[in-house]
């Protein structure tokens, strides 16, 4: 019996890192057991589907708050309807026409570019505002990273 108990021992410490008798170790055993498992799972799944997985926990969701990077645009936008700063409030804006927050003084640039705000001109705007709308008195040079930039348009989407 007891050389018996030692080689199963030996066979399922290769599996379950633990070998004993006591409830906490079985326990642990099975978590050890329950994450080689998961392991195994992904490694089958193969890299695709790791990579996913990691992009998806990158993901950003609005309802969290602003994304990082509207730090940069809050120093002159509050996201706050009716809360003119340097520049308008961005509430509500995306789907309206540029130019058309209410007490908002625009350039006559803005007013006269014809744009509304969707994922496009959003994205064109924030990446090189005086290319889109030469003219604009909005003073920001760009934002170079389209992540960045996806996040934020996302961000005043849900606005
Ligand atoms: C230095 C201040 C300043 C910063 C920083 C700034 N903006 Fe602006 N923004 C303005 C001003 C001023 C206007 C009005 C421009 C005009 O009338 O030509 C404006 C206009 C806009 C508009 C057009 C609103 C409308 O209803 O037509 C959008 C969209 C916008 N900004 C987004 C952003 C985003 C996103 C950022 C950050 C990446 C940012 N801005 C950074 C000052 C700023």
Redo the contacts with the bound molecule.
């Keep these: 019996m007891k050389i018996q108990n030692l080689v199963t021992c030996s066979i399922m410490a290769g599996v379950l890192a633990a070998c004993g008798g006591g409830a906490s170790e079985e326990a642990e055993g099975s978590a050890a057991s329950q994450t080689a498992e998961g392991d195994t799972a992904n490694a089958a799944a193969g890299n695709g589907s790791m990579a996913q997985a990691s992009d998806e926990a990158a993901a950003y969701d609005p309802a969290s708050g602003p994304p990082k990077?509207?730090a940069?645009?809050s120093?002159?936008?509050s996201a706050e309807p009716g809360k003119n700063m340097?520049?308008?409030s961005?509430a509500g804006?995306y789907g309206?026409k540029?130019?058309?927050?209410e007490g908002?003084n625009?350039?006559p640039?803005?007013m006269k570019s014809g744009l509304v705000?969707d994922d496009e001109t959003?994205d064109a705007?924030?990446e090189n505002?005086r290319k889109v709308?030469p003219?604009?008195?909005?003073?920001?040079a760009g934002?170079k990273n389209p992540e960045m930039r996806q996040q934020?348009i996302e961000y005043?989407k849900s606005l």
């Design positions: 990077a509207f940069q645009c120093i002159c936008h340097i520049g308008p961005l804006i309206e540029a130019g058309d927050v908002f625009f350039s640039a803005m705000w959003l705007y924030i505002p709308v003219g604009t008195r909005m003073s920001y934002m934020i005043i």
